[in-house]
């Protein structure tokens, strides 16, 4: 029985530290293959690694689970991952930077500052519930880049739907540990706003595929038009 309890207990803890960072996998072979980013926004990976840096940050002044601290340290190495792939596709569209050292330059000067703040208000309790709602408030907006990115686009074409389905299964769990082990309310406020995004680009993706199909290509209109003058 201690074993089994072992595992209830170890088995989640594990799937919060990686699973947070296994949607991004089939994404980032995609644009491998294909060598564009497609609908992808490269702007969630702004948003994650300033996000999983703040909430390192929050861990100063509020405990929470290990496990949330080293998902925090992983997803930052997987957004660095991606962050080195992109501009190399297309260097324009990239925070407009085209190298990736300067990406690596900005995240280290952006550490050093919050590193900096953190030690001012070492003992203020207050700063400390403000840091954790902006990096928790900013993790729920990850998915948002991607949310106007595709009504922009009105598509979601080179998007990976399994990312996105992943970021779904993923944040309905984290949402439900949160809960479950009492964590801060800025945990959980962030794992419900991230569920409601998930959803509703799940919802564009059946809605731009069925308008997609219902709208007529001028050029397939015209050429059944010529093969029935011919006739």
Not at 18 to 32: D, S, V
Not at 43 to 59: D, E, G, Y
Request: charged fraction near 15%; hydrophobic fraction near 50%; aromatic fraction near 18%.
């Amino acid at each position: 029985m201690s074993f089994i309890k072992f595992l209830l207990h170890f088995l989640p803890d594990v799937f919060m530290v990686f699973g947070g960072a296994l949607p991004y996998l089939p994404q980032y072979q995609q644009i491998r293959e294909t060598r564009t980013t497609g609908s992808f926004s490269k702007h969630v990976c702004l948003v994650l690694l300033i996000a999983n840096s703040l909430r390192i940050f929050f861990r100063v002044g509020e405990v929470y689970e290990t496990a949330l601290f080293l998902q925090a340290v992983v997803m930052i190495f997987a957004m660095f991952a991606l962050v080195e792939l992109v501009p190399c596709l297309k260097p324009e569209e990239f925070w407009n930077w085209t190298y990736f050292v300067d990406y690596l330059q900005f995240m280290v000067l952006f550490w050093i500052v919050v590193a900096f703040t953190t030690y001012v208000f070492l003992h203020s309790p207050s700063y400390f519930n403000i840091l954790g709602f902006l990096a928790l408030g900013t993790e729920s907006l990850l998915a948002t880049p991607q949310l106007w990115k595709n009504y922009q686009n009105s598509s979601t074409t080179g998007m990976s739907m399994f990312m996105v389905l992943g970021w779904l299964v993923g944040d309905i769990f984290k949402t439900g540990y949160f809960v479950f082990l009492n964590q801060p309310f800025q945990f959980i406020l962030c794992g419900s706003i991230q569920v409601t995004v998930d959803c509703l680009i799940i919802c564009q993706v059946f809605y731009y595929k069925s308008s997609k199909k219902v709208s007529t290509d001028p050029e397939d209109l015209t050429a059944v038009l010529l093969e029935d003058t011919e006739i």
